[in-house]
């Protein structure tokens, strides 16, 4: 989009992180919640998904996502929207609830710009989810922070807004909102935190500001910061992630953080919040690097009408085929929700065969009994290419469409849909995990659905 | 012990429509045209019919559910009429209950009719359809030649068979069905193409080209049959028996359980198995003298010869190459030019293939005849490889 501004004023560089056309904040905040599930000594008791681009407005989106974790049913699900400081504020209520439930909060946004914007080069697409505990960890895992100091401030200035039923954001002058906004607006609030705290500004290490790299100079200025203190704010490999951002940023500060290092977390919209977190001195170990790894998984997409297409900015003729009905039957939905949702398939008591879907009686030519299978997560179980194809006559967002047998790891076979892969890139034998993605698009009932697809390792 | 079908009923009488893109008839029309044939081949009456079976695969084409298109269509006597539908086995699953009422005695005489109208859907390939309302929500929106492409990765890999190499070998499986369809004023594409040609085609489902996948046409076919008692009584001379009728759907195996690993089809093998016990068979390569099987895909073809027993095991593609399945091999395939090019009007394709064989044993396939053949195969694979019905079934001369 560059002949908008023949001077070449804006100079676009590094990377934006963007869905592949099944990713949306819902898909996004499933992946992130496994990784940081992985491995956690106990499940969460609440799920909070942050997010201002979740797919449904009225739907609970959090549920589907436990459901795609495969939570208990007797976890207390929310979502949070309306402003890119939900994160932070939703970290705030977790940390600080009553009821003592452990939180999985995901912050998730898929973020759309109208193209040619400034958002359009600025955004990225991104998701984080911090298990958070109000009751101090028992056993022996530590905490990986605690959140020792929290403020708030309510403030409608408007930076920028998007309608109900907008596509997009309308952005304010940049400099109204660093001078009068941030620069007035945050110190006050980051003081409070400290204060509550009792940190000193020269004693955080991390000051995870989620705003325009001239604002946050302005603001660390302002707070008597330098700029050693100031968290990587991901502008050049991954893009502004609205609400998920500035968890994203402080997953970054957390995997940089040694122990007794103390964290300054902002998060600006309708008001500032201000969160002051410390990495307790006898952390047991660092956390995973993930965002590295996440990082890295990359796929450059190299068609700017592709990119537009799939977000739905450009009316492209997919064909004939694409004009199938995708109505979802609602009853199978619920009937086999946590087959679909959760991946979860049978697994024979009496031969051990592992099969998709679960079913009355085993496939197992061999034993074939009848009501011996138990309810098995297929999520996590590594896969297997048996057979694939490159399909360039079925209906696919990104042709071609590659499906292929897959086996499980222990048994079983199901037909599935490879994502993130290109023509050429699959093999006989190729070894796949399993993600949760947007599997069709029902339009004319403005319905999406969901199913787990492979994809390389 | 059952004794099974074998020469218990007689096919007396059979039509079959020129297949193609029809633009100027509807169902009705064909099964008109195939009937007026069949009945004249016979040389009986209309209302010596005393139950039909019709089958349609894609009802929502312009031909609609239950007996009523063939019993308003031919008006028939208000006879019973039973509609079938069993994927692309559905023309030989009408077969099947035609024979299986006259053996049974339930009807002197039977007509069994298949008939698809599949180009009024307004665009190439097979109508976009609902595969349940459970598998929608977790399979891939596959497409046909998409499920039978992953036949070649699979039969490539289970060989250590380079791709290139097994592309070769279907590439010549499509030009010897298009040679054969040639010579067939019946056939939807009657044109020769070159191994250039179907190597260097647009890419439909990675391996399949345009030429390695069959036709999409309109056609119908039809059957009349009774027992050869009765054939002869009523003075007939040139008739075929039915050797074997049989049938084997998968069961989940191949979808869900490891042991099936992508590269042939099981069903195939099962069916083939009971019609040779049917059918007396102990040597099928040296029994069967022609055969029409289900090349909804060159690879379809290439792997079913193993199925069917043909080819050992890894050969197939060595024994399409040396010809053996060629108009003047050992044991010719597809001689009327196949689903190739025929095309693949779904509830017609199992009765053309009887057709055609029912032909070559009475003698009067034209410059397509073989000399003096005595057992003919059909072969029907319906659904996709994960998923299928298989069919198998022998025709024979009257002994």
């Known amino acids: 989009m560059g002949w908008l501004e023949p001077g070449g004023t804006r100079a676009p560089s590094g990377a934006r992180a963007i869905c592949n056309w099944d990713e949306d904040a819902l898909t996004l905040a499933v992946e992130a919640g496994r990784e940081c599930l992985r491995g956690a000594a106990a499940p969460p008791q609440a799920v909070t998904l942050v997010s201002t681009t979740l797919p449904f407005v009225d739907r609970s989106n959090a549920t589907l996502v436990a459901a795609a974790l495969d939570l208990a049913p007797e976890t207390q699900t929310l979502d949070v929207t309306g402003t890119l400081r939900a994160g932070t504020t939703a970290l705030a209520q977790a940390a600080g609830r009553s009821d003592g439930l452990r939180t999985l909060v995901i912050a998730a946004d898929a973020r759309t710009a109208r193209p040619g914007s400034a958002q359009e080069l600025e955004f990225g697409s991104a998701a984080v989810a911090l298990l958070v505990s109000s009751a101090k960890p028992s056993g022996q895992q530590s905490a990986l922070a605690d959140i020792r100091g929290v403020a708030h401030l309510s403030a409608d200035l408007v930076d920028h807004y998007r309608a109900s039923g907008e596509a997009f954001d309308y952005a304010l002058e940049e400099r109204w909102v660093r001078d009068e906004g941030l620069a007035k607006l945050v110190p006050d609030t980051v003081r409070m935190a400290l204060e509550r705290a009792a940190v000193k500004s020269s004693d955080v290490q991390h000051c995870v500001l989620p705003v325009a790299p001239a604002a946050a100079q302005r603001l660390l200025r302002s707070l008597g910061l330098d700029q050693a203190q100031l968290a990587d704010a991901l502008r050049e490999d991954c893009g502004d992630s609205g609400a998920a951002h500035p968890l994203l940023m402080l997953a970054a500060a957390l995997e940089a953080a040694a122990p007794g290092d103390h964290i300054l977390l902002v998060g600006f919209g309708q008001g500032v919040d201000a969160l002051v977190l410390s990495v307790p001195r006898d952390r047991e ?173 | 012990m059952a004794s099974g079908i074998r020469d218990r009923v007689a096919i007396v009488g059979m039509g079959c429509t020129r297949f193609g893109e029809r633009w100027d008839a509807g169902p009705e029309d064909l099964m008109v045209e195939a009937f007026a044939e069949a009945l004249t081949d016979a040389g009986i009456e209309r209302d010596e019919i005393g139950a039909a079976w019709l089958g349609i695969f894609f009802d929502e084409q312009s031909t609609g559910k239950s007996a009523l298109p063939l019993s308003v269509g031919l008006r028939l006597p208000n006879v019973p009429v039973t509609r079938v539908e069993n994927l692309c086995a559905t023309g030989t699953e009408a077969l099947r209950g035609a024979v299986y009422a006259v053996a049974a005695g339930a009807c002197d005489i039977a007509l069994a009719m298949g008939v698809e109208k599949l180009k009024d859907t307004g665009y190439a390939g097979l109508p976009e359809r609902t595969k349940g309302s459970f598998e929608d929500l977790y399979l891939p929106g596959s497409t046909a030649p998409g499920a039978f492409a992953q036949l070649a990765a699979a039969y490539a890999a289970r060989h250590g068979y380079p791709m290139e190499r097994l592309r070769e070998a279907m590439a010549h499986i499509s030009c010897k069905s298009h040679e054969n369809g040639a010579r067939n004023p019946k056939a939807h594409l009657r044109n020769r193409i070159t191994p250039a040609q179907v190597l260097g085609a647009p890419m439909i489902s990675y391996p399949l080209g345009v030429f390695d996948c069959c036709g999409v046409s309109d056609g119908a076919a039809c059957a009349i049959v009774m027992t050869p008692e009765r054939a002869r009584a009523l003075g007939k001379r040139d008739f075929v028996t039915v050797k074997a009728l049989q049938l084997a759907p998968s069961n989940g195996v191949e979808m869900g359980h490891q042991s099936w690993d992508g590269s042939y089809t099981l069903t195939t093998r099962l069916a083939a198995q009971r019609a040779y016990a049917e059918a007396g068979i102990s040597a099928p390569r040296e029994a069967i003298d022609l055969m029409e099987v289900h090349d909804c895909f060159s690879i379809t073809e290439l792997v079913v010869m193993e199925d069917l027993g043909f080819s050992d095991a890894g050969r197939a593609p060595y024994d399409v190459l040396a010809g053996r399945y060629d108009r003047d091999g050992a044991i010719p395939c597809q001689l009327d030019g196949g689903l190739k090019c025929f095309g693949h009007p779904i509830g017609a394709t ?50």
């Open chain 1, 285 to 457: 170990a660092p956390p995973r690097p993930q965002l590295a790894a996440a990082l890295a998984r990359r796929r450059e997409e190299g068609s700017y009408t592709r990119y537009l297409a799939h977000r739905g900015l450009l009316d492209v003729d997919f064909g004939k085929r694409a004009e199938r009905d995708n109505r979802s039957a609602q009853s199978v939905m619920w009937r086999k929700q946590r087959q679909l949702a959760g991946f979860v398939g049978g697994r024979c008591a009496a031969c051990g065969t592992v099969q998709f879907p679960k079913s009355r009686v085993c496939v197992n030519p061999a034993c074939r009994h009848t009501d011996t299978q138990a309810d098995f997560r297929l999520a996590e179980l590594a896969g297997r290419v048996k057979t694939f194809t490159e399909d360039w006559q079925a209906f696919a967002p990104r042709p071609p469409a590659i499906y292929g047998n897959v086996e499980f790891e222990g048994g079983g076979n199901l037909l599935m849909e490879l994502t993130d892969t290109e023509a050429g890139e699959a093999r006989i034998g190729m070894p796949v995990r399993f993600v949760f993605r947007l599997k069709d698009v029902d339009n004319l009932r403005a319905f999406r659905r969901y199913f787990w697809k492979a994809t390389g390792v």
């Open chain 2, 350 to 399: 199992g009765l053309r293939m009887a057709y055609e064989v029912y032909l070559q044993l009475l003698g009067r396939a034209g410059e397509r005849q073989l000399p003096a053949p005595a057992l003919g195969l059909t072969h029907n694979l319906g659904g996709i490889p994960n998923r299928n019905v298989a069919s198998v079934a022998i025709f024979g001369v009257a002994s």
